[in-house]
């Protein structure tokens, strides 16, 4: 099984809805993050967190929000969806003490 | 100036081919660094690490240049397993990694 599970893994939705992306891991690590690549560019911070209290904005997180719900999970939300959101969607984790991180399979998501 | 350039390729190279990339970082203070591949829309993994010493791991070289502020990642004796975007990484801090954009390779028979 995959350490880092994300769904869902492609999602097309219309102007104006909620839409929550999922991530789930196993870890064991205290470090999540959100991230989204579009076309041509390198992978952009969303959100991230470092425990269950701690929630911290990224260079891009305009549009979104996050919940810990739990150590091992950690939700993407688009409040009202909007075209330019369209793009593919990480979710990463990283033990304390190691910089590297590990990513999960990714969800796509197109905003109609 | 993005942080973190790549020549975005692509790069079509033979089987058995040595391919280099190079990626320039822009902050001096940065203090790890990596390079991850990325298969067609899937999750970037990593490769490797990039030591100051430079580091080889099979047929994969990696060096730092911190005076000049780049990295280069080696290949050697190319497969056509090897065919992916290569993702230069430059970390400042834990909640600081910076991505380049990517070097597409594709390694032809």
């Known amino acids: 099984d995959a350490d880092v599970t994300q769904t869902p893994r492609n999602r097309i939705t219309k102007t104006g809805k909620r839409i929550m992306l999922e991530c789930s891991q196993t870890?064991?690590?205290?470090?999540m993050y959100w991230y989204r690549q579009d076309p041509g560019l390198g992978l952009q911070l969303i959100y991230y967190?470092?425990?269950?209290?701690?929630?911290n904005k990224g260079e891009i997180s305009d549009g979104y929000s996050v919940s810990r719900q739990a150590q091992a999970k950690f939700s993407l939300s688009l409040e009202s969806a909007i075209p330019n959101q369209t793009a593919l969607y990480f979710c990463?984790?990283?033990?304390?003490?190691?910089?590297?991180?590990?990513f999960g399979p990714g969800t796509r998501l197109t905003v109609t | 100036r993005k942080e973190v350039e790549q020549d975005p390729g692509p790069f079509n190279v033979p089987e058995g081919a040595t391919v280099a990339f190079n990626c320039t970082y822009s902050?001096?203070?940065?203090?790890?660094f990596f390079w991850y591949r990325q298969d067609c829309r899937k999750e970037p993994k990593l490769l490797m690490s990039?030591?100051?010493s430079g580091n080889e791991d099979g047929r994969f070289t990696a060096q730092l240049n911190r005076a000049s502020q780049y990295i280069s990642l080696l290949i050697r004796d190319s497969k056509l397993s090897d065919s992916a975007t290569y993702l230069c990484?430059?970390?400042?801090?834990?909640?600081?990694?910076?991505f380049g954009a990517g070097t597409r390779l594709t390694v032809k028979p």
């Open positions: 990463a984790t990283s033990d304390v003490g190691e910089r590297k991180q590990y």
């Open positions: 870890k064991g690590h205290d470090r």
């Open positions: 967190s470092f425990d269950v209290k701690d929630i």
């Open positions: 902050n001096s203070a940065s203090q790890s």
């Open positions: 990039v030591y100051s």
């Open positions: 990484v430059v970390n400042l801090r834990y909640d600081d990694m910076r």
